[in-house]
């Protein structure tokens, strides 16, 4: 998880966000073959940071120059603890398992000879999960990019990175292809545009001045330059796996997307108008490109000639490059209607969509994220009207709660159970005639990775606040790991159990935590 914005004003707001979900279901509702996974990154989960000739990433420094809580040195310390870890996903009953290589462990300093020690730990890791039947989800870049090409050549803003991507993910297919079927190229390019290049709190932490306290950037022109890039070099990659490696792999290459779900502030026209505009900004911005080879119209007319062209060459190629889209989703944010912005100054991201958006955190004193199904669902169907409903997955979704909190994490077994039963909602079922349940809603989406497996190094709050199924003690040199509540809820639903909200509670009853002593309650 990466963006909280909890930095920005919230707004509470008493709008009714419930949906009709499911509250009742088991896994065998899903259509066959729909995948349950759980999500990570390197970054965050790996630890060894400075082992066996991995060099920095752009995390690294960030996180070492005391912009977050801690660094992701040791992390979980999964780089030592991966054969542990994959036993507890198997017994957990997970079907997949998405995470991310670390380029600069891989290739150090991002171009270059193959690092042995690099390519042998992702073998192995790889190996394992497949000895346990866990299907492989690779992200290739997930913010990490290796620090030695963000100061040669300022990476993602200068073109030279497609090249240097390609040349990585092809170590990748090469190496990897033979087992791994999922390749995301690039982790929601769109939030980290807008945190690294616009705002400006993730490295490389690049801005206007006006925007933040920002040593060079430019907010107005490289968030656009940043995503432009990105979906070149996706489509480079896609290329690439298409003509060397697809027909003997079989596998599929896609791009994830970031999405607040989003409804309107008020009734207003200009309200309703507004929250089209920002679907545009937020996911148009990549999908539009990716389905239709284009940006979307109102993105040209408010960015002008600060957005980036397609050639036709360029055009033809981002187009229909992605065999599936991922979508990130944790909660909803309401859009207001902001015609003057277009009027200030300097414009950015947020200025050219002319909108503001207002958040609804209302459980903001325990940080936990309200329960918001239904912005997923409409995020499902925005993708299955506007996009032609491609195959999606939900990469990431999932509750947030202080890392410290108690074991019996019933907020998260909440959250889970009702995100979890309004994407059954979103889903095609084929066997409709014998389904009760009306309202099914033919998306396309082919699987769920919650996030996250453990409780990682989370990117802006470092090791305060947790979405981990499992508690990792960081007090024990052993950093062992302890089954929260939704762990066991999890691991009951994808053995096939079916669980009420009742049974929720009555495994709420049923659980004992184990002990494990600390000021840890
Ligand atoms: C991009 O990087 C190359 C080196 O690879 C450099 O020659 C060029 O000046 C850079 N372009 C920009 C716009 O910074
Ligand atoms: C940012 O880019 C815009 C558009 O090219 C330009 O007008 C503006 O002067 C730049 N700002 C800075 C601080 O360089
Ligand atoms: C919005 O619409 C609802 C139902 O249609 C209505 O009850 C409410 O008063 C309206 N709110 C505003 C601010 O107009
Ligand atoms: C379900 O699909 C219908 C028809 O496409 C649409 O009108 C409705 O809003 C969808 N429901 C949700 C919750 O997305
Ligand atoms: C709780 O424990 C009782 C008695 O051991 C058992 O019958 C019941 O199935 C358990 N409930 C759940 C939800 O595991």
Not at 21 to 44: H, I, M
Not at 175 to 193: C, H, I, K, L, M
Not at 280 to 303: E, R
Request: hydrophobic share 35%.
């Amino acid at each position: 998880m990466m963006l909280r914005l909890s930095f920005l004003l919230m707004y509470l707001l008493n709008l009714a966000t419930s949906a009709l979900t499911a509250v009742e279901y088991t896994k065998n509702d899903f259509p066959p073959g729909f995948l349950f996974g759980a999500s990570t990154s390197a970054y965050q989960v790996e630890g060894a940071a400075n082992e066996d000739g991995r060099t920095p990433s752009i995390w690294d420094t960030f996180a070492h120059a005391g912009n977050v809580h801690g660094t992701g040195d040791i992390a979980c310390d999964g780089y030592h603890k991966y054969k542990e870890d994959v036993k507890l996903m198997a017994d957990t009953g997970l079907d997949a398992y998405r995470f991310s290589i670390s380029w600069s462990r891989l290739i150090p300093n991002g171009r270059g000879p193959v690092n042995p020690k690099g390519l042998q730990y992702y073998n192995n890791l790889i190996n394992e999960l497949i000895s346990y039947g866990i299907q492989p989800h690779v992200t290739l870049h997930h913010f990490d990019l290796p620090q030695a090409l963000e100061d040669e050549y300022g990476g993602w803003i200068n073109r030279t990175i497609v090249k240097d991507f390609t040349a990585y993910a092809d170590v990748c297919f090469r190496q990897f292809g033979d087992r791994v079927s999922y390749w995301t190229t690039v982790n929601e390019p769109n939030a980290f545009a807008n945190l690294g290049y616009d705002y400006g709190i993730a490295p490389p932490q690049r801005c206007s001045s006006s925007i933040n306290h920002c040593s060079r950037g430019n907010s107005s022109t490289e968030p656009y330059i940043t995503v432009h890039h990105v979906l070149l070099a996706h489509a480079s990659v896609a290329r690439l796996y298409r003509k060397k490696y697809q027909d003997k792999q079989r596998g599929y290459i896609g791009v994830n997307i970031f999405a607040f779900g989003l409804l309107p502030l008020t009734n207003s026209t200009e309200d309703a108008v507004a929250t089209q505009r920002y679907y545009d900004f937020l996911i148009g911005w990549m999908a539009n490109p990716l389905v239709y080879g284009d940006y979307p119209k109102i993105m040209k007319q408010n960015v002008g000639s600060r957005l980036p062209a397609f050639s036709d060459r360029e055009s033809k190629q981002v187009k229909g490059s992605a065999d599936f889209l991922g979508v990130i989703n944790y909660y909803i944010v309401y859009i207001k209607d902001n015609p003057n912005s277009l009027n200030q100054k300097l414009r950015d991201w947020n200025a050219d969509s002319a909108t503001e958006i207002f958040f609804n955190l209302d459980t903001a004193s325990s940080n936990e994220f309200p329960i918001q199904p239904l912005g997923l669902q409409r995020v499902l169907e925005h993708f299955k009207q506007v996009y032609g409903n491609p195959p999606m997955y939900i990469h990431e979704n999932g509750q947030n709660t202080p890392r410290r909190s108690s074991l019996k994490d019933i907020s998260r077994v909440k959250y889970l159970h009702a995100y979890i039963g309004s994407v059954l909602d979103a889903v095609s079922v084929c066997f409709c005639i014998l389904e009760k349940k009306m309202g099914r809603n033919g998306s396309n989406t082919r699987g769920y990775f919650m996030w996250s497996f453990l409780d990682v190094f989370e990117l802006m709050d470092g090791y305060e606040s947790s979405y981990g199924l499992y508690y990792v003690d960081r007090d024990d040199p052993e950093l062992k790991r302890y089954p929260k509540l939704s762990a066991h809820w999890y691991s009951q639903f994808l053995k096939g159990r079916s669980l009420s909200s009742d049974e929720d509670f009555a495994l709420e009853k049923n659980f004992s935590g184990p002990s494990y002593g600390h000021d840890y309650q």
